[in-house]
């Protein structure tokens, strides 16, 4: 059964860093995509960041585009965004899904998320 | 980017009505559009994918059509369950992006 569990939200503020991860299990992240997805307080879903199931391709949205970087360890299973220079726009629901394919297509399975909070 | 714009943004209606969702990409993605639901507090769980195909577990009564810039996602009798948003996305090219959402509630 697939499982995906996120972790590393909290308060911080602007300007500082936060890691996040995501913890699967019941597949292996060395044959899927994955992504992750934002969702600010009472607003819509925003995509934010996929890499590759061989790593060979990572894509940003153009907000977060030289301050975030997605990065995954096969080792543990787990996924990673590193978020830097944070900003109160970037306050939101971080939540990590399952792609089908071994790029982007569909993504058939989520993480409930972790929420990041930036205030000063 | 390609832009995913929705209509409507909010809809009213009543157990057994027939809901009809449209989705619009502002080029064309072939049939690379998937539908999800989100009900409050959880995670958004996948309907349709590749613009019609029925995601394993999704009751029957979800369906979804269209092709190129054009796309629907259709109820066809509407169960209490069902009253949440609903998200079109497209995965035809990267940025990944999603509709503004159609939120679905009972009249």
């Known amino acids: 059964q697939v499982q995906l569990v996120e972790s590393g939200g909290g308060v911080v503020q602007p300007g500082r860093s936060l890691r996040l991860s995501c913890a699967a299990s019941?597949?292996?992240?060395?044959?899927?995509?994955m992504h992750w997805v934002r969702q600010a307080p009472g607003k819509g879903l925003e995509w934010v960041a996929v890499?590759?199931?061989?790593?060979?391709?990572?894509h940003y949205a153009d907000s977060v585009k030289g301050r975030f970087t997605v990065s995954r360890d096969i080792s543990k299973n787990t996924l990673y965004l590193q978020m830097n220079s944070l900003r109160a726009e970037d306050t939101a629901v971080y939540s990590c899904a399952k792609d089908s394919s071994t790029g982007w297509f569909y993504f058939d399975s989520w993480g409930q998320g972790t929420l990041v909070t930036v205030s000063s | 980017d390609i832009q995913m714009t929705q209509s409507p943004s909010s809809l009213s209606a009543s157990v057994r009505d027939r809901v009809t969702i449209t989705c619009r990409a502002s080029?064309?993605?072939?049939?690379?559009l998937n539908w999800y639901q989100q009900q409050p507090g959880k995670a958004p769980k996948l309907l349709i994918y590749?613009?019609?195909s029925l995601q394993s577990g999704v009751p029957s009564r979800f369906s979804g059509s269209g092709s190129g810039t054009d796309f629907t996602l259709t109820i066809a009798s509407l169960q209490p369950e069902d009253f949440a948003t609903y998200y079109c996305?497209?995965?035809?090219?990267?940025?990944?992006?999603f509709g503004q959402g159609t939120k679905l509630d009972i009249k």
């Open positions: 996305q497209q995965t035809f090219s990267v940025p990944v992006t």
């Open positions: 590749d613009a019609s």
């Open positions: 890499i590759s199931y061989d790593e060979s391709n990572k």
């Open positions: 019941g597949f292996t992240l060395a044959r899927h995509g």
């Open positions: 080029q064309s993605i072939s049939t690379f």
